[in-house]
């Protein structure tokens, strides 16, 4: 009877243990597990930002330590009418993400898209001259930056100013100032805040082209002694784009100028993309068909298996690359809110993230943990 009854308490010993075991397991967030590699950052959405995704907010708060805004500190929404400035929403975003201390990216100070038409208009519809145009861009970085002088981590300064073949996008910053508008920008933003660091931004790093040219551009800024920081390669990825060699190479390039390398807007589509052309220019748009939106009930276990394997490929080439590459920022935290639901076809069901549609983790998020706490 004794022997049973000690057994009986040594069995309910181990369980205990082994449920704090799996206690402690679940505690530790992915930031946890990749301490001393590099920052996971997340975009947030403005559902999140207003607190009104709490499931969200705790899973943000436990696993990343980085944060950028996904729309709210576009220009459209910072400065909707000229010198009417609006930092409603982007006050609640860094305030979140003081209280959460975590390092806080601005994005974007100037690109072409998400950018109110006034910017780039006289009065009577025409384009602005050179001079107006600067001025605009002066006062809205300015302003912008000012406002979160030492609050605001990193900026990205300028977003996609280059074509996948290496020209330079015929965007108005670029029409009417010409390519010097990138060292302007990058100026005002250091003269606004000379500690925030400065990025610039870009997707489909892994085209030899734009790679090329991104590479001179950094070159060019660092020649004139202007303050660049890091190269962000957006890493909007899809099951066949783009290799893994080209976006290693992309990486060494970027490195070797001494520059970090950042994954700024990482998201993985399991979704065929419409065209063999694969962009991340949210203007292009393709029209609804079922045959390109075959998972709406549910990711298959093959898809599900490649999804998990091709993330873990590309995050050992970081691993591998770990001491130039500071930051590694998803694009969303769960599926149902990612954009690309509806890029480049409208009302897909995708599964491009590393939380699911019910915030649980994905088997990659699961290893990251496990192998970090046999650490
Ligand atoms: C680009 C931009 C982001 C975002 C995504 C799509 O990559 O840099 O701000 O708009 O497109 O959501």
Redesign the pocket.
């Known amino acids: 009877m004794i022997i049973k009854k000690s057994i009986v308490s040594i069995l309910t010993l181990l369980i205990i243990a082994s449920c704090n075991a799996t206690k402690v397991k679940q505690e530790i967030g992915l930031k946890d597990a990749l301490k001393g590699d590099f920052l996971i950052g997340v975009?947030m959405n403005n559902k999140q930002i207003l607190q009104n995704d709490k499931v969200g907010t705790d899973l943000i708060i436990k696993h990343f330590n980085s944060i950028v805004a996904?729309?709210c500190m576009?220009s459209e929404v910072i400065q909707p009418a000229e010198g009417k400035f609006d930092f409603t929403l982007s006050d609640q975003f860094v305030k979140f993400g003081e209280q959460h201390k975590m390092n806080i990216i601005g994005?974007?100070l100037i690109?072409h898209?998400?950018a109110p038409d006034w910017f780039f208009k006289d009065n009577n519809g025409n384009p602005v001259s050179r001079d107006v145009l600067i001025e605009r861009m002066k006062s809205h970085i300015t302003t912008t930056v000012k406002h979160y002088k030492g609050r605001v981590h990193g900026w990205?300064v300028v977003?996609?100013a280059i074509n996948d073949n290496g020209t330079w996008r015929e965007s108005p910053f670029y029409k009417i100032i010409g390519k010097d508008y990138i060292k302007m920008a990058f100026k005002f933003a250091h003269e606004a805040d000379p500690n925030a660091q400065l990025y610039y931004?870009d997707?489909n790093m892994e085209e030899a082209g734009r790679r090329a040219t991104v590479v001179q551009l950094v070159k060019d800024l660092q020649q004139d002694g202007i303050r660049i920081d890091a190269v962000g390669m957006?890493s909007?990825f899809t099951m066949d784009y783009p290799t893994y060699e080209a976006f290693e190479k992309s990486i060494e390039a970027f490195a070797a100028l001494g520059v970090k390398v950042m994954l700024t807007?990482l998201d993985l589509t399991v979704l065929p993309f419409p065209k063999n052309e694969i962009t991340?220019d949210?203007a292009t748009t393709y029209k609804y068909d079922p045959v390109m939106n075959p998972y709406i009930n549910g990711i298959p276990d093959s898809a599900y298996l490649a999804f998990n394997n091709r993330l873990k490929t590309f995050l050992d080439i970081c691993f591998k690359h770990k001491n130039h590459i500071s930051r590694i920022t998803v694009?969303g935290l769960s599926d149902k809110d990612s954009?690309k639901n509806d890029?480049p076809v409208k009302g897909r069901t995708d599964y491009p993230l590393l939380f699911d549609r019910n915030y649980q983790p994905k088997h990659i998020v699961n290893e990251l943990i496990k192998k970090a706490d046999k650490k």
């Open positions: 975009a996904d729309n576009k994005h974007t690109w898209s998400q990205d977003n996609e931004n997707y957006q909007h807007e991340a949210i694009w954009w890029f």
